[in-house]
């Protein structure tokens, strides 16, 4: 029977079993389920929606914390919060101390951290290479877990950032094509001013020395003519 058909009793039997299902990493498709989301509206059964909410963004530690008011796990269910609680941590470092990992996921030695991460290799979770002598595990992929509302949240606030942070740059930079384009407009109105003013004074140098030129002739023959009346 499907689990969106499923109330009561069995709906909190079926939400365990899933959890558990070894190869199932991802549960946003059970929080979005209407049953399982009225759940939270029923005092009696709200801790059940909060189980799904632990293993799609909790943590060993947010079990601890909130033990009290959860269902009891079982070692399969342990098992599968602390290996994706290493997911979690491979998400925000690249390089994963064992002795820190034996503290976030609660065990009380290196080898059980070992075969946490060589279960997540095998089933394609992460990739990395162990390194014991310096023990620690080095991240080269991990997969990624369901969204929070405060993920999305944090995501909104940071693509409005880059938006703005985006409009300032673009604004800047419109600025600086404007200003380019009007040194630009200027330099070749001064260019074409230099240019006329050039012509010009080209043009009176020629029709001075034309002028200059044409004076000097006539009185040449000016000259000779009365030289020659003379003698």
């Not at 342990?78 to 034996?102: D, G, W």
């Not at 503290?103 to 990739?127: F, Q, W």
């Not at 630009?184 to 074409?192: L, Y």
Request: hydrophobic letters at 35%.
């Amino acid at each position: 029977e499907r689990m969106e058909s499923l109330r009561g009793k069995q709906l909190q039997e079926a939400i365990l079993k899933a959890l558990g299902e070894p190869d199932r990493f991802t549960f946003g498709d059970i929080l979005s389920l209407p049953n399982v989301q009225a759940l939270a509206n029923d005092e009696k059964a709200r801790e059940w929606p909060e189980l799904v909410k632990l293993f799609a963004h909790g943590t060993v530690s947010d079990y601890a914390a909130n033990k009290g008011s959860l269902p009891e796990l079982k070692k399969e269910h342990l098992t599968k919060l602390r290996q994706l609680t290493i997911l979690s941590l491979a998400s925000n470092s690249k390089t994963l101390p064992y002795r820190s990992l034996m503290s976030a996921l609660d065990v009380s030695n290196v080898e059980t951290v070992e075969d946490l991460i060589t279960d997540c290799i095998r089933k394609g979770l992460m990739r990395g290479k162990h390194n014991p002598k310096s023990g620690e595990f080095i991240v080269e992929f991990s997969e990624g877990r369901d969204i929070s509302d405060e993920d999305l949240n944090s995501m909104a606030n940071r693509i409005a950032d880059w938006l703005k942070t985006s409009a300032e740059a673009l604004k800047t930079l419109e600025d600086k094509i404007a200003e380019t384009k009007k040194f630009h407009e200027e330099r070749r109105k001064e260019e074409a001013d230099l240019k006329a003013e050039t012509d010009n004074v080209k043009k009176m140098l020629e029709t001075k020395a034309s002028n200059s030129h044409g004076q000097g002739r006539v009185r040449k023959r000016g000259g000779v003519a009365a030289s020659d009346a003379y003698y």
